[in-house]
């Protein structure tokens, strides 16, 4: 019974990483497709030196953004 109670653990636990896992895979979809819209305005061969910029710039704000969020959440459970 114990090991049964061990392997339960270590399931919920990888489930939990994997969940963890898509949440994050998901919010760097979002992330991109937000970015995308917002920096490229017409798709050619290769992106112009302004588009890899606003690209640059709106994928770190995001990261700041979420960063602080991160950061304000866990002062406020402490």
């Known amino acids: 019974m114990a090991g049964n109670d061990q ?8 489930l939990a990483i994997e969940g ?5 895979q998901q919010h760097v ?14 798709s050619g061969s290769k992106l112009e030196s302004k588009q890899q910029a606003c690209l ?8 700041d953004v979420s960063n602080f969020v991160i950061n304000r959440l866990s002062q406020k459970s402490g």
Do not use: P, Y
């Open 7 to 14: 392997m339960d653990a270590e399931l919920q636990r990888f």
């Open 20 to 24: 963890q896992k898509a949440k994050f």
């Open 29 to 42: 979809h979002n992330l991109t497709d937000i970015c995308w819209d917002k920096c490229i305005e017409k």
């Open 56 to 63: 640059s710039n709106c994928v770190g704000r995001f990261i």
